[in-house]
């Protein structure tokens, strides 16, 4: 089978990609190539494997030749993010509306010239959820809790859920949508987000480096590492339609925790003189963006399909510590 | 002021016009000139007012000439109905997408030139509700019940609310969504919508002619006559933004009846031999539709705005009866 993920060079994506190649199949048949498409070039490993084809440029461009070439699956990851949809608000509207429309419209030609609907994968937000004036926010969001988004980009993965659930109606694809929690911890630097801090008082520390937290010890949120994403994606992909149940977007597990588990977390993986590294600055306005944000998060159909989240935080420093390994620099000051 | 409606030649749009027209104001400011916008015609009684300029063809091909015009206010009602949409996937998309999304860009663009946000009411849907297998229909829906569309018509709707609220947060527009329940009694023909037995079984028998009623007697439904739907939308435009709370839609006002009920207010209000003309003929595809549709609304936010349902459903008719005075065969049949 040939599968398609777009974004397929980014950070999930790329891990996605092994995680597929070293599976080797999906729902139950062999992947014989594996397109990664992105903004950007895929890592050399990836470009190694002899299934994989990396295609480099813009998707909305790639969308017109889509109709042309047969996919039996495909991830949607690619995505501007957060921070780019809120200082350019076209960008925003191109990459993610009318890329995500161009997509779906290249599957919905091929339907109608008489191919199967193909399955799709799209990688919603948990930055769908956030308090209205009129709908305050509860304190746990669920699968089915009214989605009222403060900012572009989750007004956007909320468009695109409703678009991938009513070309599915029609039988133009066979998409299902799930919701990410926040992916930590990520590798690299600190990228401006507002959520930047919950992977960087973990991966900077671990690097020998001071972190500063800009929120309270209190603030709670449901993260996700990138391991169990990716499982969360690939389980999506596989359940039948009546086991993924409904056409509505459903949430993929998250492990609730606030700042302060995270770091007492650090403290027993690494020490406490790597957890000594972080100390508390608050700042009003990530404090501000973060405060908006769900507290917490519940899972129940990703549950259904056997999806949990992580027993603990110690499992997802434990992960970053084994996939940073060969990392230059990125485990420096940990107790020996 | 000058004000902009879209869709300003049909059922609902003629009607807004006309109240504008008498009522001479808008939120405190004088209506100097009124652009009706729309793919049919207008009524005579409209170009004959000098503050009346219509406009037709697709609100699409207008939109990038509207950012060389400065509107106080938008009226967007310009909409594909729902069976339109479900026949042709791509008309939806474009009627109901593609322009109302230039529409808001056209305004947006003024505000980067400078122009104060416009102020705009869309005319959103009680159709972006219905029964998602993952999540069932309350059995009265209200402003903030989770919306899960089951026809394209309602996914845009849905899609289109997301926007203007994205497009107000970012100060481009203020904008407010409101849904609009089913308007009866609508004049003229069957239109082959689901919906149109909810007028005919009305409108037929006061013209004299047998109606079918293709669902059971007590078959639920929350519906508004033209009028109130009227005020509703002039109401929403006048609140302020405070008044107005959040941004999300809200629920215009709708009287939560039976079709039993419908046909007892008709025995009332003109006879029982204008009753007697209507007879039950189950079709269960139509009841099958109409089965997935709210059976009752409530309209919270827009109870704070001063507005109510209609107190009964003999005023319903009786205003379709004094509305239809002047029109050829429309009332043919009533009791001396």
Redesign the interface.
């Known amino acids: 089978m040939k599968i398609l993920i777009t974004g397929g060079a980014g950070f999930l994506g790329a891990r996605l990609a092994r995680a597929l190649l070293a599976k080797g199949t999906l729902a139950g048949r062999s992947i014989a190539q594996l397109v990664l498409a992105d903004q950007v070039a895929a890592p050399a490993d990836l470009c190694a494997d002899a299934r994989v084809q990396a295609r480099t440029g813009p998707l909305l461009a790639a969308c017109e030749a889509l109709r042309e070439e047969a996919f039996d699956g495909v991830f949607h990851l690619a995505s501007a993010v957060s921070g780019e949809c809120e200082t350019d608000?076209d960008l925003g509207?191109r990459s993610n509306l009318d890329s995500t429309?161009a997509l779906l419209d290249a599957l919905?030609y091929r339907t109608g010239q008489g191919s199967p609907a193909t399955r799709l994968v799209f990688s919603s937000s948990i930055a769908v959820f956030g308090p209205?004036?009129?709908?305050p926010l509860p304190p746990v969001v669920g699968?089915?809790?009214?989605?009222?988004?403060?900012t572009?980009y989750g007004?956007h993965k909320?468009?695109c859920e409703?678009?991938v659930?009513?070309y599915t109606?029609?039988g133009?694809i066979d998409g299902r949508a799930a919701r990410l929690m926040t992916v930590t911890v990520r590798p690299g630097r600190p990228n401006g987000a507002a959520s930047s801090f919950f992977s960087g008082i973990i991966r900077e520390p671990l690097a020998g480096q001071e972190a500063v937290c800009p929120v309270p010890a209190d603030t709670a949120h449901p993260v996700s590492s990138p391991q169990r994403t990716v499982q969360g994606l690939i389980a999506v992909y596989e359940a039948s339609r009546e086991a993924f149940?409904?056409?509505?977007a459903?949430n993929l597990p998250g492990l609730n925790i606030t700042v302060q588990q995270m770091l007492d977390a650090l403290a027993r993986v690494a020490g406490p003189a790597v957890r000594a590294r972080v100390r508390f600055e608050p700042d009003a306005r990530i404090a501000g963006i973060v405060g908006n944000w769900p507290r917490a998060a519940t899972a129940r159909?990703a549950a259904a399909l056997g999806l949990q989240p992580e027993a603990s935080f110690d499992d997802i420093i434990r992960q970053y510590i084994a996939d940073s390994a060969g990392a230059p620099g990125a485990l420096q000051g940990m107790a020996a």
Not at 132 to 135: E, N, R
Not at 245 to 248: A, K, N, P, V
């Open positions: 608000f509207l429309r919905r209205d004036a009129a709908v699968d089915d809790t009214l989605a009222t988004p403060q572009s007004t909320l468009i409703h678009l659930a009513d109606r029609k133009y149940g409904g056409r509505t459903l159909r």
